[in-house]
């Protein structure tokens, strides 16, 4: 993989030229962009690239997706919906959750970043305020991972658990575990993720 500057540069070059081409903004994004980083996803699950890999790849794609913004229609800008995504509450740990968000970003999804110890409260008040229609959850301690049983009964209390779906990862985290906790969906890493999203939101 290419070195981060270079890999900006490259992406730069790119975008300028496909745009002096002629080329609209939204196959730039949709047939460039989105395509590149569901490959990035792939080769990342796959074991065919690593963590800085897939950040370089964050990185230059967000960068120049910021300077097609202002280019975009309004129905390109359209995404795939909205998504609440958090370390859960007592845990610190947020590398995985970035790696998640990035790759959900550069597919498409709005991304509302809580941040990390995120308390049940505090992710069905995102819920709310951003009408999102999925909640990203992460834990990477065996101790904090009740905390995501904790915000599942949460979203139950605040009467949101059937306009929202559940989603959560993490090193300790299973399929086992999501059934248990009555999550919607597990995604062993962030390329996963992606399609796992996907998947809960009815989108293609
Ligand atoms: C970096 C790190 C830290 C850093 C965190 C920095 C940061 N900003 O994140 C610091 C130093 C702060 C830290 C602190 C602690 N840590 Co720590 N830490 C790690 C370490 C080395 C790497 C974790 C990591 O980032 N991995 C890389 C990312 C990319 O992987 P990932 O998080 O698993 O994410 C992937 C998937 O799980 C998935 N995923 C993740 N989140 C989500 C969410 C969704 C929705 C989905 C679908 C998927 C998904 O996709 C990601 C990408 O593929 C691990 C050991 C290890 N090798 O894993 C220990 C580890 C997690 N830490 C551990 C411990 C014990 C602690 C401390 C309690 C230590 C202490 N005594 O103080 C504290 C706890 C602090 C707290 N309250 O959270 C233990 C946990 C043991 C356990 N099972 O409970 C580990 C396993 C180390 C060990 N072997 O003992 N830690």
Request: proline residues 2%.
């Amino acid at each position: 993989m290419l070195a981060r500057a270079e890999a900006m540069t490259q992406t730069e070059e790119i975008v300028n030229k496909a745009m002096s081409d002629g080329v609209p903004a939204e196959e730039i994004l949709n047939n460039g962009f989105i395509a590149a980083m569901a490959i990035i996803g792939d080769k990342f699950s796959e074991g065919e690239i690593y963590i800085p890999d897939v950040l370089i790849a964050a990185r230059a794609m967000q960068a120049s997706v910021d300077k097609l913004r202002p280019h975009l229609s309004d129905e390109a800008r359209i995404d795939r919906g909205t998504v609440v995504i958090g370390t859960v509450k007592g845990d610190l740990h947020d590398i995985g959750k970035n790696l998640v968000k990035y790759m959900l970003q550069g597919s498409g999804f709005n991304v509302v970043d809580l941040g990390n110890d995120v308390s049940a409260e505090q992710f069905a008040e995102g819920v709310r305020a951003n009408d999102a229609g999925l909640i990203a959850m992460s834990a990477l301690l065996t101790t904090t991972m009740g905390s995501m049983k904790d915000i599942v009964d949460g979203l139950e209390e605040a009467g949101l658990r059937d306009s929202v779906k559940v989603m959560i990862g993490g090193a300790p985290v299973t399929q086992e575990y999501a059934d248990r906790i009555n999550a919607d969906g597990y995604a062993r890493d962030a390329g996963s993720a992606v399609h796992t999203a996907m998947e809960l939101l009815g989108v293609e």
